[in-house]
């Protein structure tokens, strides 16, 4: 790698740091910098991974007052993205890359129109606990489930996890969305982490050093220069980026 293509690479650590604390997707644009510089599909999506978990913590941290009493739920959610990026990190040593071609595009659509009806999910689901006494922070098997189902997804991969997440916490939790996006971030490091310990415990020589310092040290950046803007940006607008970005993912991956 020349100084101009590392200072590609870094600057797209950045990029991705900032947008995956806002919303996610950030792999959509280290991974294909990544393949554009010459390194094979699987050695960038592990070393990308890798280095992204800084980006998460960073991220993770400048949310951390929209975090507070979010304790009870996080408790049960992130074992499901634990379980869930394992599972994901051995599909993508052993499945082919277009094993997931087909449906993540419709996962990611389904997430941005979750996310657009929002407001009126919220609203019944209020009602809904309003009817049967349940608390506001109460964590129901759908979320469960669907949270295991994108921690697969995001050890396999990852690009607009984020919106994923934000899409299906939003549509069950009576939470605002900044607060489902705190929580959003807390559960996409968790599936980076873990993916990333997995690959380096099953396939270290697909790891790649320089790339994972660059991204790393980019995306640390990233995420603190995200969580600032994240959180000043109202509920509407945080919505309508959330929205443009799952579009965008899904036009990306469509047409590459």
Do not use: C
């Not at 129901?140 to 990852?158: H, P, R, S, W």
């Not at 959003?184 to 310990?197: D, F, G, Q």
Request: proline share 5%.
């Amino acid at each position: 790698m020349d100084p101009w293509q590392a200072a590609a690479v870094f600057a797209a650590g950045i990029a991705a740091g900032t947008i995956n604390a806002v919303v996610g997707s950030g792999t959509l644009i280290t991974f294909p910098t990544l393949l554009a510089v010459g390194y094979p599909p699987v050695t960038a999506n592990v070393s990308n991974n890798i280095g992204l978990v800084f980006g998460g913590m960073t991220g993770t941290w400048g949310y951390r007052r929209e975090l507070e009493g979010q304790a009870h739920r996080l408790r049960r959610l992130v074992p499901m993205s634990l379980v869930g990026s394992i599972v994901g990190a051995l599909l993508l040593l052993r499945l082919p890359p277009s094993a997931f071609a087909a449906i993540v595009p419709a996962l990611i659509l389904f997430s941005v129109v979750l996310v657009l009806i929002q407001p009126r999910l919220a609203v019944a689901v209020q009602k809904r606990r309003a009817a049967t006494g349940r608390p506001g922070d109460h964590v129901g098997v759908l979320a469960m489930v669907a949270t295991l189902a994108a921690g697969v997804y995001g050890g396999y991969f990852g690009a607009a996890q984020g919106v994923l997440l934000i899409g299906i916490l939003g549509a069950v939790l009576d939470e605002s969305l900044q607060r489902v996006n705190a929580a959003k971030n807390a559960l996409s490091l968790v599936v980076n982490l873990v993916a990333a310990v997995t690959f380096l415990v099953v396939r270290p020589q697909a790891v790649d050093w320089h790339v994972v310092a660059l991204i790393a040290v980019g995306s640390f950046i990233g995420g603190v220069l995200g969580a600032r803007v994240g959180r000043s940006l109202s509920p509407a607008v945080l919505r309508g980026v959330v929205a443009l970005v799952g579009i965008v993912a899904v036009i990306r991956l469509l047409t590459s």
